[in-house]
């Protein structure tokens, strides 16, 4: 569970189980972190393994990359997966 703390010292829950998480992968988020490192299009799907096509389709939200291609990018771009993912709180009714 997450929590945070307040000046008081006391802890409050973030997220627990009546707040379901949710993660997806965030293609804006890959765009910026490679144009950030420097790294072209192409030169990212070499080293993945896929076309340059691929890397703008993931950029642009078109599809999505398997969860091990993710993580190639992660460490190819040298950052956490957790930096091109985002997360959101499912509200429950």
């Known amino acids: 569970m997450l929590t945070s703390s307040s000046r008081t010292g006391q802890t409050t829950p973030l997220l627990t189980l009546e707040h379901?998480?949710?993660r997806a992968f965030n293609g804006a988020a890959?765009?910026?972190?490679?144009?950030?490192?420097?790294?072209?299009?192409?030169?990212?799907?070499?080293?993945?393994?896929r076309t340059e096509d691929a890397v703008w389709a993931w950029e642009r939200g078109r599809t999505v990359p398997p969860v091990d291609v993710a993580a190639t990018i992660a460490d190819a771009l040298h950052l956490h997966l957790d930096q091109l993912l985002t997360t959101s709180v499912m509200a429950v009714a």
């Open 20 to 22: 379901p998480v949710t």
């Open 30 to 49: 890959l765009r910026d972190q490679r144009r950030l490192a420097g790294v072209p299009a192409s030169q990212l799907a070499a080293v993945v393994g």
